[in-house]
Structures are given as C-alpha cells and as structure tokens.
C-alpha cells in the first residue's frame, strides 16, 4: 500500500497525433508506531494489555483496524479499532502466547473496499520469566554497636545485569535504609551501610531484582538482630537495710 509513482499512458489519434499523460496513484496505506512496548519486548506487565498503534493514509475516519499477533507456535491474539483522524490505537491481549519471537499484522480498508492496506513487523518478541534462584544474606551474624554503620550484605546465584533495590528495617522502628543499583556479577557485595538510625531488634533486608526488559522477581529475605545495648550492672540500695553494716553482718554481707 502507498503511493504507485509515474503511472503514465500514450495516445495517438486517428489523425497521427499523439500526446502523453502522467499522474500518482494514490493507495490506502497503513504504518505502526515503532517500537512496541517501548523496547519491541513485551514483559510480564505489558503482556494483557499491549498497546499496538500507528497512522493511515486516504483510510476515512470510522473505517475499521483489525491486529492478529502470531508466536512461533501459531496461536494468534486480536484487537480491533477504527481510525480517526488518521490515527489508530488499540491494546491486545498476548498473556496466552508463548515467550519468544512474535509477529504483527494491521489491516485495513478504505470506504470503497480499496485495500487491504497492511502494516506489519517481526521485530516484537515477548518475555515475561523473571529472575528466579537467587538469595541474599547479611554478612555479619549480628550488628552491634561496633559494626552498625558498616553493614553488608551478599547476593548469591544473582542475574548480571538485572537492576536491584533493597530496603533494611527494624522492628524496633527508624527510617529504613534503602538503596538501588545493577548487578555486575552475580555474587556481588553490598557495602558500607549504615544502619545507626535503626531501632535494636530483628532487622530484615528485603531485595527485588528486575531483568533488563522489566520483569520483577519475587522480593527475597534476610533478618540480623540489632543491639546494641552495652551491658550493665545494678545494686540493689540500701545494702545490708541501711547501707550501714553491723557486727553481726560484716562477715556475710548480702
């Protein structure tokens, strides 16, 4: 669909003369907006509702849009809209297709039944598995006051390049400390935090990855106990009742 260029025809009369004419033919055409999903990858919060929209050319207004979303397995997800004003947008359901490349088509027709005019890009592939088998753990056994504004933490078996962001808090209250940044291997170390303005009690670090297209993984846990209350003595007053010791206590005073 588009514009045919150069159409052109040659006449000559019964009386020899000739001439020539030339002219665009002109076709109901259709485009998508590009890329889909923002990055052409459909994650698992953009799968039920990806936005697929695009313009058209000599397509009247009203005039219907249909989408069919294919996976390598052939099963197929559709939508349906109308144009206005050159422009069309719909949201397709693709939860139920399978990860991996997709292909799109968009089709349509002018009021006349001109067409199909047809927009179409293999470029769209879905993935939706978040990361999954990794774990974190407190590298102290406890924080103390020693310790507490160096704290650290490790990751184990997590996916490099996948973005993270961590919370630390208390049961004994203050503001947690929270933090983000991208994995560069997949043991790495999370160091020098300080967690003096949280409470003495359980401390509990929560860690979510993202993939790089998106996907969230399950938040995952360690907990530490905070304390850090020196150690102190006390005397019971008044001893020996008065404070004063007599004869009779000075051999075995309580």
Known sequence: AG???????D??????NSGSASDSL?????????????????????????????????IEDAQGVSVTVTDSASATAT?????????????VDVSGL??????????SVDAAGTGPAQASTTSLSK??????GHSVSFDQASINASNETAISFTFAAGEVGAGYSYTLSSAGGGAPVTGTGTLATATDQIT???????????????VVLTDTVGNEANAVTDTAT???????????SPLAGDDVVNAAEAAATT
């Not at 939508?79 to 949201?91: E, H, I, K, R």
């Not at 020098?192 to 670090?205: A, E, F, P, R």
């Not at 905070?226 to 019971?236: H, L, M, R, S």
Request: aromatic content about 2%; proline content about 4%.
């Open 79 to 91: 939508g349906a809209t109308t144009v206005s004003g050159g422009v069309w947008s719909l949201t």
């Open 226 to 236: 905070k304390d850090t209350t020196a150690p102190g003595i006390a005397f019971d």
């Open 192 to 206: 020098g935090l300080d967690l003096s303005g949280l409470g003495s009690g359980t401390v509990t670090l929560s």
């Open 3 to 9: 514009t045919l260029v150069n159409t052109s025809g």
């Open 26 to 58: 002109k076709v109901p055409s259709l485009s998508l907006d590009s890329p889909l999903a923002t990055d052409d990858v459909i994650n698992s919060s953009e799968a039920a509702s990806l936005t697929v929209s695009g313009t058209s050319t000599l």
């Open 98 to 107: 399978s990860d991996g490349a997709l292909s799109l088509v968009a089709n």
């Open 11 to 16: 006449l000559t009369s019964s009386l020899g």
């Open 127 to 132: 993935e939706t598995v978040a990361p999954a």
